[in-house]
């Protein structure tokens, strides 16, 4: 599925080097512009740095230290309100009511995922328009 878009800038976070090396290469193939962290905090950075020029957030849930991917997403809140973040997790957290939220509001993709897969959960959000950054953090 190849599409023209206008070009996008993604910032992807994710604490495995290889996992967020292997977003990168197939978001650029689908003509994104792809900002990369791995770490929240540093993510953080990115975000005041870039600012309005960052279209999306794609962040894992479960990463090292305080900063994890719903905590992050409640800070870009703060700071960003409008930037939208969608969320990817190979974590089993179906007890987790935050969880089951942004599971059934589509903003949640579950590895291992397949690159045409990863491509439509970016396309079908960034064609809705911004999203919501969810209301509430969890802390993982």
Known sequence: MQTTKISRTILVVDDEAPILDCIRRILEQAKYIVLTSPSGGHAL??????????????ADIVMPGSIGGCT?????RQREEKLPVLFMTGALLEDDEYMAEIAE???LLRKPFLPKE???????HLAEGRLPVPERAAIF
Do not use: H
């Open 118 to 124: 990863l491509v439509e959960f970016i396309d079908s």
């Open 105 to 107: 509001k589509r903003l």
């Open 72 to 76: 992050l997403a409640a800070k870009i």
């Open 45 to 58: 950075d990115v975000i005041a740095k870039k600012g309005a020029s960052i279209d999306l957030v794609l």
